[in-house]
């Protein structure tokens, strides 16, 4: 590890402090959407996203767009699925793949908890800003964003293989 460069100081303060703005700012969101709608940020995501698409997406599409593990979203879609918020359907052109749409209840859902998330993330996020700030941020965070996208998004992550165990060899008396 002694051949490891830390980060500058100036280059340490900005990650501690885009990671505790980032934590504070889930908090607050994850506390409205919670009282407002009883929903998980991923599941708020999850029904956001199929509102703004023109029909369903796949599990792996969601997967990737939200970034979040295959077995996680399947639990939040199957909680989204029980609420009758979203219905899940194979897919006619693959069978692997499972359809994803908004019900008419989780697109009426969102309407009713955007309202208080835009007051959260405006008041929080955008409040302090100047116009400016805002114009530089949003040049700087999208090649931030498209260069971590670079990287294999997790639910295309090479899933790891279980280790065989070894079989034990007799030893010769």
Known sequence: MD???GLEPQQLGV??????????????????????????YVQFEVLARLTTVDGPLTMTQLADGVVYSRSGLTY????LEQAGLITRVPSLDDERATLVSITEAGAAL????LPGHVEVIRRLLFEPLSGEDVKQ?????????DHMRAQPPRSAAPRKR???PVA???QES
């Open 15 to 40: 990650y501690f402090a885009l990671m505790e703005a980032v934590s504070l700012l889930q908090h607050q969101v994850a506390r409205q959407l919670r009282a407002e709608g009883d929903l998980s």
């Open 168 to 170: 034990e060899v007799p």
């Open 162 to 164: 279980r280790r065989e």
């Open 137 to 145: 941020l949003g040049d700087i965070m999208p090649r931030v964003r």
């Open 110 to 113: 969102v309407g009713r908890v």
């Open 3 to 5: 051949d490891v460069q």
């Open 76 to 79: 939040q879609a199957g909680l």
